[in-house]
């Protein structure tokens, strides 16, 4: 994805940042090493002198870096490699870094620290529909995205109809500009955009929650596919009982760093049984 939030897609290649890995070993699709992330947090404006220093106290009992300013953790030293054609989900409570690190692994962020190489071409399901130009209508949106994603005019041209068809919108609908459509219909379009690309790499953050039940079982449907296909896919979700479909591997974050690394029923075992002890 990009930092506007359409779905990215990128042949990688050599890079000279170190922060984002070299490419020299084949052997896995991801390698994730002693991954950081770190956010700078502003305070609140303040209003009296005496809440000004109450606030520059509590900053200092926090570890805060300059004033004003704190530092929040998302990713603490996170390592990981996936081998090609694995399936990965990863599971963790809200804020626990899930989406932080297919953030960083999509290239809106870049790492604090560590390396995040990702091997062939990737395509990124987050916040689907994002980055769809407002007063563009659905079609240029699709034709616009597509090229983005590195597809010619006449590849573009050629899965124009299937996008439009597995996105369940008329060809009127297709015809207005995308800030008359509802969420909804934009989230079923980015998806549907996204899914039609040829991709090496998947990263998929709750792509199962989109539209209503029926376009939900096709996204899910359309996921099996795509680990069929051999597909590398690392999968945010929440929905845990669909993971037996699309994962045998399951990695368990909590506040920025991995519990657990395994075979999936026995992660996702530790991590439920991990909310009866709270």
Request: aromatic share 6%; proline share 3%; glycine share 8%.
């Amino acid at each position: 994805m990009d930092i506007y939030g359409a779905a990215m897609s990128t042949e990688i290649t050599p890079h000279p940042n170190p922060l984002l890995g070299n490419e020299t070993d084949t052997e896995y699709a991801i390698e994730i090493e002693n991954l950081t992330k770190d956010f700078r947090v502003m305070h609140r404006a303040h209003v009296t002198l005496k809440s000004a220093a109450a606030d520059r106290v509590r900053s200092m009992a926090k570890g805060a870096t300059q004033h004003g300013v704190d530092t929040r953790r998302a990713l603490d030293n996170v390592s990981f490699k996936v081998k090609p054609g694995e399936s990965v989900a990863i599971l963790g409570r809200n804020g626990s870094g899930k989406s932080t690190l297919l953030s960083i692994l999509s290239r809106v962020y870049l790492p604090t620290s560590g390396t995040a190489t990702i091997r062939g071409r990737l395509i990124s399901l987050l916040e689907l529909g994002a980055g769809f130009n407002p007063d563009m209508t659905g079609e240029e949106n699709v034709y616009f995205n597509a090229a983005i994603l590195g597809l010619t005019p006449d590849q573009a041209e050629e899965a124009y109809d299937r996008i439009v068809e597995f996105a369940e919108l008329a060809s009127s609908t297709m015809d207005l500009p995308v800030r008359m459509y509802s969420s909804g219909m934009q989230m079923r379009l980015g998806f549907s955009v996204a899914a039609h690309m040829e991709a090496d790499v998947l990263l998929i953050d709750e792509g199962i929650s989109v539209g209503d039940a029926g376009f939900q079982k096709k996204c899910f449907k359309k996921m099996i596919e795509f680990r069929e296909q051999g597909k590398t896919m690392v999968n945010v979700t929440h929905s845990l009982d669909v993971l037996d479909h699309l994962s045998g591997r399951a990695i368990w974050l909590d506040q920025g760093k991995i519990v657990s690394d395994g075979e999936l029923k026995e992660v996702r075992r530790l991590y439920q049984q991990s909310f009866r002890k709270t």
